[in-house]
């Protein structure tokens, strides 16, 4: 995505000073950025460094203990009704009414959500189309396997068109042509000028969608930028960003370990 060029407008989300403190632990230390319009950024970082914990509050399932988080101009902590109305969060273990059916889920969502201009429901069965569960779509949920559960969450998100998409670890469970349907439905919603917050462990990804990533550590982001900034933060003039993540996030010895485990496997 390097040298993607944006139309700069006023931010879609805007998070500032944002904190959160469980008892004596601080799982988000003061993080500050900002997502434009049409924009994809990608929420880098190794386990426990504070991604699933930011994405909640910035979904407003988590109250933040400092800071401040605007969705379209709006504070999340005073207009939370508003601002939910304007993101879809697609989270990387669904919670779904097993004792619907597809279409009766996604009929639900769409009654909780006031979006004007759209046809949510008629988007659903295109998106149902995509990806092949329109002949599931009268079955009960308990009968899904996880895959089937993930496509029909993002079908829930994607029917309401939302400027903004918060998702965790998007492709967990999808096969390889479900996944590359949703890169690209990324890729689209972004021309259109929706906004997608990305979380995921996958450098590739990363690379393919995203215009900026943010890198989280013990809660604080240590790198922000696009991707040849990124790349720039190495030492060893690496174009591979999973070099320069691992030498960012202080994970660089594994080059020792992998050397060692190869030993022992020769002995």
Same mark, same amino acid.
């Given at each position: 995505? @390097?040298? &993607?060029?944006? +139309?700069?407008?006023?931010?879609?989300?805007?998070?500032?000073?944002?904190?959160?403190?469980?008892?004596?632990?601080?799982?988000?230390?003061?993080?500050?950025?900002? #997502?434009?319009?049409?924009?994809?950024?990608?929420?880098?970082?190794?386990?426990?460094?504070? &991604? +699933?914990?930011?994405?909640?509050?910035?979904?407003?399932?988590?109250?933040?203990?400092?800071?401040?988080?605007?969705?379209?101009?709006?504070?999340?902590?005073?207009?939370?009704?508003?601002?939910?109305?304007?993101?879809?969060?697609?989270?990387?273990?669904?919670?779904?009414?097993?004792?619907?059916?597809?279409?009766?889920?996604?009929?639900?969502? =769409?009654?909780?959500? @006031?979006?004007?201009?759209?046809?949510?429901?008629?988007? /659903?069965?295109?998106? *149902?189309?995509?990806? @092949?569960?329109?002949?599931?779509?009268?079955?009960?949920? $308990?009968?899904?396997? %996880?895959?089937?559960?993930?496509?029909?969450?993002?079908?829930?998100?994607?029917? !309401? =068109?939302?400027? #903004?998409?918060?998702?965790?670890?998007?492709?967990?469970? !999808?096969?390889?042509?479900? /996944?590359?349907?949703?890169?690209?439905?990324?890729?689209?919603?972004?021309?259109?000028?929706?906004?997608?917050?990305?979380?995921?462990?996958?450098?590739?990804?990363?690379?393919?969608?995203?215009?900026?990533?943010?890198?989280?550590?013990?809660?604080?982001?240590?790198?922000?930028? +696009?991707?040849?900034?990124?790349?720039?933060?190495?030492?060893?003039?690496? =174009?591979? *960003? $999973?070099?320069?993540? *691992?030498?960012? +996030?202080?994970?660089?010895? !594994? %080059?020792?370990?992998?050397?060692?485990?190869?030993?022992?496997?020769?002995?």
């Amino acid at each position: 995505m @390097d040298g &993607k060029q944006k +139309t700069m407008t006023s931010p879609v989300l805007q998070i500032d000073q944002l904190e959160k403190i469980f008892g004596a632990f601080t799982a988000v230390d003061t993080i500050s950025m900002e #997502l434009a319009s049409g924009e994809i950024y990608g929420f880098l970082g190794p386990n426990g460094a504070g &991604k +699933t914990t930011t994405i909640k509050m910035l979904a407003g399932i988590l109250q933040p203990t400092k800071g401040t988080i605007h969705i379209c101009g709006q504070d999340l902590r005073r207009h939370p009704l508003s601002c939910k109305n304007k993101t879809g969060y697609i989270p990387d273990r669904p919670y779904l009414y097993e004792k619907l059916t597809g279409y009766e889920y996604l009929s639900f969502i =769409n009654s909780l959500y @006031d979006v004007l201009g759209t046809t949510p429901l008629e988007e /659903a069965l295109h998106y *149902l189309e995509l990806f @092949d569960l329109i002949d599931w779509k009268d079955h009960l949920i $308990e009968g899904y396997s %996880h895959g089937m559960r993930q496509k029909l969450i993002m079908t829930s998100i994607f029917m !309401l =068109n939302q400027p #903004l998409i918060i998702v965790d670890e998007p492709m967990v469970g !999808l096969d390889p042509k479900s /996944a590359r349907i949703v890169k690209e439905i990324f890729k689209n919603k972004a021309q259109s000028g929706h906004s997608v917050f990305l979380s995921t462990h996958s450098m590739e990804i990363a690379e393919e969608l995203c215009d900026r990533v943010g890198i989280i550590v013990r809660g604080n982001i240590i790198a922000d930028g +696009t991707m040849a900034q990124i790349r720039d933060r190495g030492t060893d003039n690496s =174009n591979n *960003l $999973e070099d320069v993540f *691992l030498e960012l +996030t202080g994970a660089s010895e !594994l %080059h020792n370990i992998i050397q060692a485990l190869r030993t022992e496997k020769e002995k």
